[in-house]
């Protein structure tokens, strides 16, 4: 498990404001890359062109290629809703279904492919649990609402939804911002066991956060409000944190701006 991408001359658009241009990259399999870059720059509206969730916002459409492996993701042949799975998401705030149980969470994409098979479901529940570091904190009240766990937990839980449908790529936008120092450095070490198995990519605005859970560092700019934004470098954390090749990087990773 573990995809590549690979992302050649995107343009990302709502109607007619061009909110990302021009870029250029791979994210490696198996591996953390981080998207980093002042407010607004497009991180988001990119992010979310990598799994097909952009052109759900009416008005939004990309020009350019994503490639996922050998997969064209924005051939005319393929399923959004298909892509959707293979390449799955978590959000800021942690949105687990209300009033739906903790194994319901789970397992509710499962449903949703028209698994039924009890024994298959609970094996899945307790698997995704683990996987996502929740199952001891939650295998007595799995029953109880996801709505009940702490922030934390909850994001935890959207992780193992997520995983659940076993993804290629998981992607995340600031998964961490709504949470607490505690709970952020639990989802910080999860991710870093998840890379053993997923592709991902996570934006994030917390320097030390890319710092310590990225392989690889994407750094984004704008030029001025209203202006598209653009790929300044993608390079290893490590580079991009100690010796930067652009000046606006730089600039950027040391605060003085952004
Ligand atoms: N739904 C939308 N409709 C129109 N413009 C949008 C929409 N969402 C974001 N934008 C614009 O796209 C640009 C990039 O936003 P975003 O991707 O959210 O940046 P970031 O995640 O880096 O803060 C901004 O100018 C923002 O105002
Ligand atoms: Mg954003």
Redesign the pocket.
């Known amino acids: 498990m573990g995809k590549r991408i690979d992302v050649k001359d995107l343009n990302v658009f ?2 007619d ?1 061009k ?2 241009e021009g870029v250029t990259m791979t994210v490696e399999p198996r591996s953390v890359t981080a998207f980093i ?10 992010l979310r062109t990598l799994n097909r969730m952009h052109e759900v ?1 009416p ?2 459409r990309v020009e350019g290629k994503v490639m996922l492996d050998d997969e064209d993701l924005y051939a005319a042949s393929v399923d959004p809703v298909a892509v959707r799975r293979t390449v799955g998401m978590v959000f800021q705030r942690p949105n687990p279904f209300p009033t739906m149980s903790i194994r319901d969470n789970v397992i509710a994409g499962l449903r949703l492919n028209g698994v039924k098979n009890k024994k298959v479901l609970d094996q899945k529940v307790e698997e995704s649990l683990v996987g996502a570091n929740l199952w001891n904190e939650v295998k007595d009240r799995l029953s109880k609402p996801g709505a009940g766990l702490s922030g934390g937990q909850q994001q935890r839980l959207c992780i193992a939804r997520a995983i659940a449908v076993e993804p290629q790529v998981l992607l995340m ?1 600031e998964p961490c911002s709504a949470l607490d120092p505690i709970s952020t450095l639990a989802i910080e070490d999860l991710v870093t066991q998840l890379k053993e198995q997923f592709t991902i990519v996570i ?1 994030t605005h917390n320097m030390q956060q890319a710092a310590r859970v990225s392989d690889r560092t994407a750094f ?1 700019n704008l030029e001025a ?2 202006k598209p ?1 653009n790929l300044i470098e993608m390079d290893d954390t490590q580079q991009i944190f100690n010796n930067p090749s652009k000046k606006a990087t730089e600039d950027y990773i040391s605060g003085r701006f952004g």
């Not at 870059?37 to 990119?46: D, H, I, V």
Request: charged content about 10%; some cysteine.
């Open positions: 709502y109607s404001f909110a990302v870059g002042p407010s607004g720059c497009g991180k988001s509206t990119f916002t008005g939004g936008d934006v984004f409000t209203g934004g």
